[in-house]
């Protein structure tokens, strides 16, 4: 199993991004997905989870700009960021809870992909 983001990049305060991750591999099951980002001197942050059945969470903090969802498959997951500021500015991470053929459910990680929010 493997998870691969895109959608990153550079964008300025105030635009909006959208991330996206799709996970690969064959007979898997999925519990949850989500999005964690690790800035620079700081811990690594839950942004959004999203449950199989499509349930969103997210942290107080991140509420009202960042939305989460999932395509029919579920195997794909998006990431909605509006009003973008600096301190947004972080390494984004997909994260997925999930279990194939070969192994039971553990946690896997994408490789991560890059915001920078600067003018």
């Known amino acids: 199993v493997d998870l691969v983001e895109s959608g990153g990049g550079l964008v300025q305060p105030g635009g909006s991004m959208r991330l996206a991750c799709t996970v690969s591999?064959?007979?898997?099951?999925?519990?949850?997905m989500g999005w964690y980002r690790h800035a620079p001197g700081k811990q690594r942050e839950m942004v959004a989870l999203i449950s199989n059945n499509g349930l969103p969470t997210y942290p107080a903090s991140g509420k009202g700009r960042f939305t989460i969802s999932q395509d029919s498959t579920k195997s794909t997951i998006y990431l909605q960021m509006n009003d973008l500021n600096p301190e947004d500015t972080a390494l984004y991470l997909c994260?997925?809870?999930?279990?194939?053929?070969?192994?039971?459910?553990?946690?896997?990680w994408g490789l991560g992909t890059q915001v920078t929010v600067s003018s």
């Open positions: 994260y997925g809870h999930i279990k194939d053929k070969d192994n039971g459910w553990l946690i896997y």
């Open positions: 591999g064959t007979d898997f099951m999925i519990n949850n």
